[in-house]
């Protein structure tokens, strides 16, 4: 199978078509695809969804996916890599841009679905506005154009996440485990804000109930999930930039680079050097 690769930060490409655009393939990178018009079926890793105007599809590194067209469709292709995603992070913590790669990764955490990606009627429009600003820019290449477009495109991933984050918490029925899920997810690069102690505290919980209350209701023992979303990260580290474990480790609160790899092997039964090598030979066969 065709794997396509982006030696580039980020690319757009619109294509207008009658067929099929694109044959099965997979990419090493990242993919936002925007219907603009027209109708037809999107399959992604063998499940297929039906796709019309102002749909828009999230892609990750190694889908497998092909579009089949049913009426004369217009698509906008937004490809980035770990390039571009480096690119965007911001130290500082006023700016909201430094939460950005944090959005980024809360998608692929809890994004287990192919299908169009904004559900919220209210975002639509909005997601229109920002995508008929992209042709724009694509077309005219005015003054400024790649400053513009990096803002647009942060703008619309900013929009997926706000519509992945509510479609999983319209799932929960706990506020409060819900916030606290949050919590950690927005805290996770400062250990001393997941501590139960301070959970506690901070949920207005009990210390010797706030365990037992979180895997209640979201059924995961509290400082496994903790464990498992950091993990997460550890991943998306790996498969997508080039950091030093060492690195991974400090900004994500690991004691240190052994620490890390011995917690990596005890739960995904492989060091996080051997995940790399793996990912890097699926990626180039």
């Known amino acids: 199978m065709h794997t396509e690769h982006l030696f580039q930060p980020f690319g757009i490409e619109v294509v207008a078509s009658g067929d099929c655009p694109l044959k099965t393939h997979k990419h090493s990178y990242f993919e936002l695809v925007y219907i603009v018009s027209g109708e037809g079926t999107h399959n992604v890793n063998g499940n297929v969804f039906p796709y019309m105007a102002n749909n828009l599809f999230l892609l990750r590194p190694m889908d497998t996916h092909y579009f ?33 790669i944090h959005k980024l990764e809360y998608i692929f955490e809890n994004n287990h679905s192919n299908g169009c990606i904004i559900q919220n009627l209210h975002d639509k429009p909005l997601a229109r506005a920002v995508i008929e600003a992209l042709l724009k820019e ?6 400024l154009q790649k400053e513009l477009v990096q803002q647009l495109i942060n703008t619309l991933i900013t929009l997926v996440a706000r519509n992945i984050s509510g479609d999983y918490m319209d799932k929960r029925t706990d506020n409060t485990a819900l916030r606290i899920i949050n ?23 009990s210390l010797h109930y706030v365990g037992e209350y979180f895997k209640k209701e979201a059924g995961e023992n509290l400082q496994q999930y903790i464990i498992h979303y950091k993990l997460s990260l550890v991943e998306a580290r790996l498969r997508h930039s080039d950091m030093r474990l060492n690195e991974i480790a400090d900004e994500l609160g690991f004691t240190d680079e052994s620490h890390l790899t011995k917690t990596f092997k005890k739960y995904k039964g492989i060091t996080p050097t051997q995940f790399r090598k793996n990912i890097q030979g699926i990626a180039a066969a």
């Open 183 to 205: 919590y950690i997810h927005q805290n996770i690069y400062d250990p001393s804000k997941l501590k139960a102690e301070h959970l506690a505290a901070h949920f207005n919980i």
């Open 68 to 100: 089949v067209v049913k009426e004369f469709t217009s698509f906008l292709f937004i490809r980035f890599n770990n390039i571009y995603l480096q690119g965007q992070m911001v130290k500082d913590e006023r700016n909201p841009l430094g939460q950005w």
């Open 138 to 143: 694509y077309a005219e290449g005015q003054l």
